[in-house]
């Protein structure tokens, strides 16, 4: 990664840095990109949050006989959802697994208020909300969220610094990117390295208006659709002949 980022052409201009919480990655951009701001991708940051969860609802297991075990494996999803995304139906699911372990529910609303530290609108107040979530870990559960909590402390300055005015910033697109590059791989098993390179990037994507109707330069006037006016067409993708 170092030597990747000393060839960068003007590497001095780089301003924030993106990255998951990985101690090489922050040694690296210390040491070649010194005047950037690291700000630490989110998503990492609040999948956690959903790690805590599972771990506690897993731990129920030996609770519940094979038949609900199975089920509550098959509803883990509606609990991994944000509450605002929960649909009718899925909320009374939810409440019937909640009702019946509160150790649940108050894992499911830890994991919403860590959430919504994201919805702090300055540093201050992230930092306080933050503050706020460590101290009210619940009851019986440090252990369950020990793993996230010395992250955000590890990792507090570059978490918090995407609460400044001019550093909200994430690294969605490239994680877009590696996930479609995952399905794309899993859907046609055994592509070489040179082949799936090729299906990323020479995809080819359309931009067409539908057809439009032609003036007859003998009749003057429209006639049906015509021919499709392919001056409208943009070709966004690569040639045949170049794959």
């Keep these: 990664m170092t030597n990747y980022l000393m060839k960068m052409k003007d590497r001095q201009k780089v301003k924030i840095v993106s990255m998951d919480m990985w101690n090489p990655y922050r040694a690296a951009v210390k040491a070649v990109l010194p005047q950037a701001r690291i700000v630490v991708d989110k998503f990492h940051v609040v999948r956690m949050a959903n790690d805590a969860l599972e771990k506690v609802r897993k731990g129920l297991r030996k609770e519940l006989m094979p038949s609900q075990s199975r089920t509550l494996k ?102 877009s990117i590696n996930r479609l590059a995952k399905d794309k791989n899993r859907e046609g098993r055994g592509y070489s390295f ?37 001056a409208e067409e943009l070709n966004y993708g690569v040639d045949l002949s170049t794959i």
Excluded: C
């Excluded at 929960?86 to 994991?111: C, D």
């Excluded at 919805?119 to 619940?138: F, H, S, V, Y």
């Excluded at 057809?211 to 049906?224: M, N």
């Design 74 to 175: 098959g509803d883990r999803k509606i609990l991994l959802k944000r509450a605002h995304e929960v649909s009718n139906r899925e909320r009374l699911i939810m409440e019937t697994w909640t009702g019946a372990f509160p150790q649940l529910l108050a894992a499911y609303e830890h994991k919403e208020r860590f959430y919504g530290i994201w919805d702090a609108t300055t540093r201050p107040q992230a930092e306080a909300a933050l503050d706020e979530w460590i101290a009210t870990i619940p009851k019986g559960q440090k252990e369950v969220w020990s793993d996230l909590v010395r992250a955000v402390g590890n990792w507090r300055e570059e978490i918090m610094t995407y609460f400044e005015t001019d550093m909200p910033v994430t690294n969605a697109y490239t994680e």
């Design 194 to 230: 040179e082949v799936m390179r090729a299906r990323m990037l020479y995809t080819t994507k359309h931009k067409k208006k539908a057809p439009t109707a032609k003036v007859s330069p003998f009749y003057k006037k429209t006639i049906g659709y015509g021919l499709p006016d392919f």
